[in-house]
């Protein structure tokens, strides 16, 4: 029952992650490396859907494009590390509970 029900909570965030890890393979290298700041955009949201969920997740990567512009100064900027880790990623950038599968 546990596990049914972390699955349905956390299939938003997967379904996110999916989304972006396909535009990450299609799309973003029509573009090339064009992104001003490291990690680009793309990667910035899909880390931030990964450890804080959708809804903060797409705030975060929102705010980050809106900085992405030609006259941005760039450089690194990391998405801050969450101070509960009660997710784990498995090899494909899927967020699955802790202790449930990696792989």
């Not at 972006?20 to 880390?47: E, I, K, M, N, W």
């Not at 992405?68 to 801050?80: K, T």
């Amino acid at each position: 029952m546990r596990r049914t029900l972390l699955f349905v909570l956390l299939l938003p965030r997967n379904v996110c992650v999916a989304i972006l890890s396909a535009y990450r393979s299609v799309v973003s290298p029509l573009y090339g490396d064009v992104c001003r700041y490291y990690p680009s955009c793309s990667h910035f949201t899909l880390q931030a859907i990964q450890r804080f969920g959708v809804i903060r997740g797409v705030w975060m990567g929102s705010r980050r494009i809106a900085r992405c512009h030609p006259w941005a100064e760039g450089g690194i900027d990391d998405v801050p590390s969450s101070l509960r880790q009660r997710y784990e990623l498995t090899r494909f950038g899927f967020v699955v509970a802790s202790g449930h599968g990696k792989g």
